[in-house]
């Protein structure tokens, strides 16, 4: 394998990126010479920030545009900073509304609430991919994904959306990597899910729910705490906190200020879970027939 800088020829190729990357890479420069103009399902988070980054890289700003969708189950901050980071990179990106609300099939929050959340993002979606002549839809999902419960990515299918970081076998390791390398500042940017998945399932979705749970999470956004959910479950706001940041709530006053906070979001009682913050918690209350992926 004879690795070039050559920045016409992979511009996504720097010298200090890890060898095993390097095929990885050269086989996504590859890939999109398919397409001429995508559209990319961008949220900000660190895998389609990645794929709006490398879009615009290899197919230059007419060929591309990021695609934000909005709803409440986004946060007012993860917009902000989505629509920051495009700016920054010269990334032409769009703003569009979704109602994903009024889908009964989301509202009643089963176990395949994103189905009905993606299926309406793609849908729309397919909106832009018409009216800006686009040649396919493009999403953040990566290899890491198809070993989770992501009944989104059936909607995906259905729709026949693209996933460059999958398809080139990119795991989330691998993105944060190629992320850091190229200077992305999303390179260590934590997983945050949409505002829906601190709803455990059964119990309706409803946009004051989401609403409470964003304000108390910008309690612990203020207080610079960076793994950490709000979990609502009718009055009481439980929340969860990252293995490492657990011991910060031995202060006292610093506990007391979150506590208050999180009442003042609308939460009549408010507690710390003893356990710490992970991935999947509330899929894992579904029976196992329905934490299947789509495709099993």
Same mark, same amino acid.
């Given at each position: 394998?004879?690795?070039?800088?050559?920045?016409?020829?992979?511009?996504?190729?720097?010298?200090?990126?890890?060898?095993?990357?390097?095929?990885?890479v050269?086989?996504?420069?590859?890939?999109?010479?398919q397409?001429?103009?995508? =559209?990319?399902?961008?949220?900000?988070?660190?895998?389609?920030?990645?794929?709006?980054?490398?879009?615009?890289?290899?197919?230059g700003?007419?060929g591309?545009?990021?695609?934000? =969708?909005?709803s409440?189950?986004?946060?007012?901050?993860?917009l902000?900073?989505?629509?920051?980071? =495009?700016?920054?990179?010269?990334?032409?990106?769009?703003?569009?509304?979704?109602?994903?609300?009024?889908?009964?099939?989301?509202?009643?929050?089963?176990?395949?609430?994103?189905?009905?959340?993606?299926?309406?993002?793609?849908?729309?979606?397919?909106?832009?991919?018409?009216?800006?002549?686009?040649?396919?839809?493009?999403?953040?999902?990566?290899?890491?994904?198809?070993?989770?419960?992501?009944?989104?990515?059936?909607?995906?299918?259905?729709?026949?959306?693209?996933?460059?970081?999958?398809?080139?076998?990119?795991?989330?390791?691998?993105?944060?990597?190629?992320?850091?390398?190229?200077?992305l500042?999303?390179?260590?940017?934590?997983?945050?899910?949409?505002?829906a998945?601190?709803?455990?399932?059964?119990?309706?979705?409803?946009?004051?729910?989401?609403?409470?749970?964003?304000?108390?999470?910008?309690?612990?956004?203020?207080?610079?705490?960076?793994?950490?959910?709000?979990?609502?479950?009718?009055?009481?706001?439980?929340?969860?906190?990252?293995?490492?940041?657990?011991?910060?709530?031995?202060?006292?006053?610093l506990?007391?200020?979150?506590?208050d906070?999180?009442?003042?979001?609308?939460?009549?009682?408010?507690?710390?879970?003893?356990?710490?913050?992970?991935?999947g918690?509330?899929?894992?209350?579904?029976?196992?027939?329905?934490?299947?992926?789509?495709?099993?």
């Amino acid at each position: 394998m004879v690795l070039t800088h050559d920045p016409g020829k992979h511009p996504l190729l720097k010298p200090d990126l890890p060898k095993d990357l390097i095929p990885k890479v050269e086989s996504l420069t590859s890939w999109y010479e398919q397409f001429e103009r995508v =559209a990319v399902s961008y949220s900000g988070g660190v895998d389609s920030a990645l794929v709006a980054y490398s879009s615009r890289v290899l197919l230059g700003r007419e060929g591309m545009i990021a695609v934000v =969708a909005d709803s409440p189950s986004l946060p007012r901050r993860e917009l902000d900073e989505a629509l920051a980071f =495009a700016r920054r990179h010269d990334i032409p990106v769009r703003t569009i509304q979704t109602s994903e609300g009024d889908d009964p099939g989301y509202t009643a929050n089963a176990g395949d609430r994103c189905y009905f959340c993606k299926l309406e993002l793609f849908t729309v979606l397919h909106g832009v991919y018409d009216s800006d002549g686009c040649d396919a839809i493009l999403s953040g999902t990566n290899l890491d994904d198809t070993g989770d419960y992501r009944p989104g990515l059936q909607a995906a299918k259905e729709l026949q959306v693209r996933s460059p970081l999958l398809e080139n076998g990119f795991t989330k390791e691998d993105i944060r990597e190629l992320s850091r390398v190229l200077g992305l500042e999303t390179w260590d940017k934590p997983a945050l899910a949409c505002l829906a998945s601190r709803i455990p399932h059964g119990e309706q979705v409803t946009s004051g729910k989401l609403a409470m749970i964003e304000a108390a999470e910008e309690v612990l956004w203020q207080e610079q705490f960076r793994v950490f959910r709000v979990r609502h479950h009718g009055d009481l706001g439980r929340i969860e906190i990252g293995e490492d940041e657990m011991h910060r709530f031995g202060d006292s006053v610093l506990r007391e200020r979150i506590f208050d906070g999180v009442l003042a979001a609308g939460f009549s009682r408010v507690e710390l879970d003893p356990e710490p913050y992970r991935t999947g918690r509330l899929n894992e209350a579904l029976p196992p027939r329905d934490r299947r992926q789509p495709n099993e």
